[in-house]
């Protein structure tokens, strides 16, 4: 037990200094390496401890930093797991499902001729129920998961930010005007409760 506890801290080791030569952004060959030395690393921790929080706590962001969402949201799933109150693992879940569904929503209305500003849901019937196959159910969850983060922290104003974006994702989906509204009125609600927010911060600052 202690040689392989030793393992793993040695690995622990390797995979962070690996990791700390590794730009996010960076195509660099230099820098994608250093990233996967490090992923190679963490997933051997994995392997002999599924449940190594730094692990994952390290690994999470990595995959994220290279966009690779649906690695990432495992990882992050499996840290919440471990550590239900980690705001800002559900905070970048739920994120990760703006940034998957916001792409294929946008180039649905761009099809459409809709410009940012025109109100929804997505017009054609087809294209809509195509989109609704899967992303509402992501949708929901990702507003879960920021949900939760702000049962933590209730200032946490980027979680609100958030939550504005995944309830304009979600008005776009709906089968319906009232429906497209109700989901915009609670965006416009969450814009309004972040700037107050970061305005009470900003004051207690000074």
């Not at 792409?103 to 109100?119: C, F, H, T, V």
């Not at 814009?191 to 600052?205: D, G, H, L, P, Y």
């Amino acid at each position: 037990m202690e040689k392989d506890a030793g393992c793993t801290t040695a690995r622990l080791y390797l995979a962070t200094a690996y990791m700390q030569q590794y730009i996010p952004g960076a195509d660099s060959r230099e820098s994608q390496a250093m990233a996967d030395a490090a992923r190679e690393q963490f997933d051997g921790v994995l392997k002999q401890e599924p449940d190594n929080e730094l692990a994952l706590a390290s690994l999470a962001p990595l995959c994220f930093n290279r966009k690779k969402f649906d690695e990432a949201t495992t990882w992050y799933k499996k840290l919440v797991l471990l550590q239900p109150d980690n705001k800002e693992a559900l905070f970048t879940l739920g994120l990760m499902v703006w940034t998957r569904s916001y792409e294929p929503i946008r180039e649905a209305r761009q099809k459409l001729g809709m410009k940012p500003d025109d109100p929804g849901p997505i017009r054609d019937d087809a294209a809509r129920r195509e989109l609704r196959v899967n992303y509402p159910p992501v949708v929901e969850e990702g507003l879960g998961d920021l949900d939760r983060a702000l049962a933590i922290d209730g200032e946490y104003d980027d979680t609100m930010a958030y939550l504005n974006l995944l309830y304009r994702a979600k008005a776009d989906l709906e089968d319906s005007p009232q429906g497209h509204w109700d989901d915009i009125e609670k965006a416009d609600a969450w814009v309004q409760k972040a700037i107050e927010t970061r305005k009470a911060k900003a004051s207690r600052k000074h």
